[in-house]
């Protein structure tokens, strides 16, 4: 696990010294070694956390015949398997890193094996005769890569926005068209970022540059659609994931350093728990057989109370921290710094904290992100099954629930249900509505993502299955996927997600709906698989994660958190400061939860002050 780094134009003066400074922002990222290559053309580098290979494994790694060399973050879990296959056909190894065969397997198939690969991964390939440069992001944006592009050519990139900020001469510009969208999804859902002229490479996409000419191409590799098959026997299907999720948790438990776990108590994380105290007991040289759990609790929750009582029955080696609202709130500039763009999700910071915790015991956990977009998992899915009951009911009837001149209860689902439902899903998160956003923002700024083609490219899948392909292609990028990238790389700590392992995907996208939600239930069949095997208490609960209770605690003793956003310059230039006094009166009154709409603008504020301030605080 590393971070990663380039620069790809040759009118940069001092290339040692700047591709130095752009590492040397991404240390926690991999704190224990680094590595460069620099030429005429390139200047290449890169921070690891050592996981495989630990002695010999340094980048950049080369080919045999020493014309192309790799930096690679990530980890390849079916790299002993495909290091066999190339042995077999006459290919000599340097070292026992999961690094050289990415760059062996492209050297022989081209961007061809992409599809061949187990894991997840960013890295960039480097032909020094050709000058010709790869870069490739893994299935479902696990882990992250940034570049830069200057008049349409690309001329840096990076596993971070901070790495390309360093580069002297850079002057940042805020992106208004990713804010007004991150108003709406609490996480920015534009290709583009928060910064001008800094874009992300979608998951599933290569670069291809040209040495040379500098002619560029950015392609999609693979794409994940539900292809439901009716013929499905539901029983050899549970035995199907069964096996397939323990192949995929013994494939993610390799490594050369201790191994643990996230475990919040709730049905996903319990799964993986079970099946990593399954694989340890097979391992009969392994000495402790128990594995090391983490949670985080907070002191007007009891989840942590959850995790423990699945811990006990699973005999896990169990350590759970609780915060206070003080710390909570201390460390969020932090945080905002390593994120890069805010995610406006309160339990990114409680992420962060476990993180820390977990990596003074192990250096690589594991965790349950993905079940729920695969699977089901999540309640608004069963909405539209809900739905089919008022269709009788006559819209004019609806629609004199919703002329009532202020709210009750159902009228926002009474909302929903005469309304398309592209009209309305964006995804599981939505904090300002568009009328909402329309009060907030100042002038016409607005560049709404392009949801309407995600579901043009969903076809006739059913809504709930529509719901599931918005969150996959944007949710479980944009939110989910970054909290879990970025909190635990803060505190140099690998997360791996054997839910979203590519077989495991390919058995999860032929689910009939009837497999996927019964009777009210989510995620049916997963919690039947593992009937027998976890605790009843576990398997019935609803999602849990890592919730936070910002609600109560943005309260009137926090005067700090309104002033810090009502005096911030962006806001006030940008936002109706009339507007927002009114939310936060309508909260700190207990007449309203605004606590999400107060929370992203706190983040943003903090956002602004950190990156174009440079007011750290920390």
């Not at 620069?7 to 400074?21: A, L, P, Q």
């Not at 070694?33 to 050592?50: C, I, T, Y």
């Not at 340097?94 to 022989?108: F, K, N, P, W």
């Not at 005769?129 to 893994?138: M, V």
């Amino acid at each position: 696990m590393c971070g990663i780094a380039g620069i790809i134009e040759e009118s940069f003066d001092n290339k040692e010294k700047t591709i130095e400074k752009m590492v040397s922002t991404l240390i926690h990222r991999g704190p224990d070694q680094d590595g460069f290559f620099v030429d005429k053309h390139v200047g290449l580098g890169m921070r690891r956390l050592s996981i495989i290979d630990v002695s010999t494994g340094k980048q950049p790694i080369w080919s045999f015949d020493r014309k192309s060399c790799i930096f690679f973050n990530g980890e390849i879990y079916n790299y002993l398997e495909l290091r066999k296959e190339l042995s077999e056909k006459g290919v000599q190894f340097d070292t026992h890193s999961d690094t050289e065969v990415i760059l062996q397997m492209y050297e022989m198939y081209g961007e061809k094996m992409l599809t061949r690969l187990r894991g997840m991964f960013t890295f960039c390939i480097y032909n020094i005769e050709t000058k010709n440069i790869f870069i490739a992001r893994d299935y479902f944006g696990i882990k992250p890569l940034y570049y830069l592009k200057d008049k349409n050519k690309i001329t840096a990139f990076a596993s971070e926005i901070k790495s390309i900020l360093a580069i002297p001469g850079f002057y940042p510009e805020i992106n208004d068209g990713a804010i007004v969208n991150f108003l709406s999804y609490q996480y920015n859902p534009l290709d583009e970022t928060f910064f001008k002229h800094i874009y992300k490479l979608p998951p599933a996409h290569y670069i291809k540059i040209e040495g040379g000419t500098g002619k560029t191409v950015i392609e999609k590799y693979w794409s994940f659609n539900f292809a439901e098959d009716n013929t499905l026997s539901f029983e050899k299907t549970k035995e199907t994931i069964q096996k397939t999720l323990e192949d995929s948790v013994a494939h993610h438990m390799i490594a050369d350093v201790p191994v643990g776990a996230f475990l919040s108590g709730g049905v996903d994380s319990s799964i993986i728990t079970t099946l990593m105290q399954k694989v340890r007991r097979e391992e009969k040289h392994t000495t402790h057989n128990k594995v090391k759990t983490f949670t985080v609790g907070w002191d007007s929750l009891t989840e942590g109370e959850e995790a423990k009582q699945t811990s006990d029955f699973l005999g896990t080696d169990h350590t759970e921290i609780k915060i206070n609202p003080d710390e909570y709130f201390n460390i969020l500039p932090k945080a905002i710094w390593h994120f890069d763009e805010p995610v406006a999700d309160p339990s990114a910071i409680g992420l962060y904290f476990v993180a820390r915790e977990a990596r003074k015991h192990v250096t690589v956990v594991l965790s349950g992100e993905g079940a729920d977009e695969l699977f089901g998992g999540y309640n608004i899915y069963l909405e539209p099954f809900a739905r089919q009951r008022l269709m009788w009911v006559p819209h004019r009837i609806l629609s004199l629930i919703l002329k009532i001149p202020f709210e009750i209860r159902g009228k926002n689902y009474v909302r929903r249900v005469i309304q398309k439902m592209e009209d309305w899903y964006i995804g599981n998160a939505v904090v300002f509505k568009p009328e909402e956003v329309e009060k907030l923002w100042k002038g016409n700024a607005e560049r709404p993502y392009p949801i309407h083609n995600l579901y043009k490219q969903a076809g006739q899948a059913s809504d709930s299955t529509k719901m599931q392909y918005i969150d996959i292609h944007t949710w479980l990028i944009g939110d989910i996927l970054a909290k879990a990238d970025k909190m635990t790389m803060a505190n140099s700590l690998e997360l791996r997600v054997p839910f979203l392992d590519i077989e495991v995907a390919k058995i999860a996208r032929t689910l009939p709906d009837a497999f996927k939600w019964s009777r009210g239930v989510t995620k049916y069949i997963l919690r039947e698989t593992f009937k027998n095997i976890i605790p009843e208490s576990t398997r019935n609960r609803k999602k849990l994660g890592f919730p936070t209770p910002v609600r109560d605690w943005l309260d009137e003793s926090r005067p700090e958190i309104y002033s810090t956003i009502l005096t911030n310059d962006y806001i006030k230039s940008h936002m109706d400061l009339d507007y927002i006094k009114t939310l936060i009166e309508g909260h700190t009154s207990k007449q309203v939860d605004n606590s999400r709409k107060i929370y992203l603008l706190l983040t943003l504020a903090l956002w602004y002050d950190v990156f174009i301030k440079k007011n750290m605080g920390f």
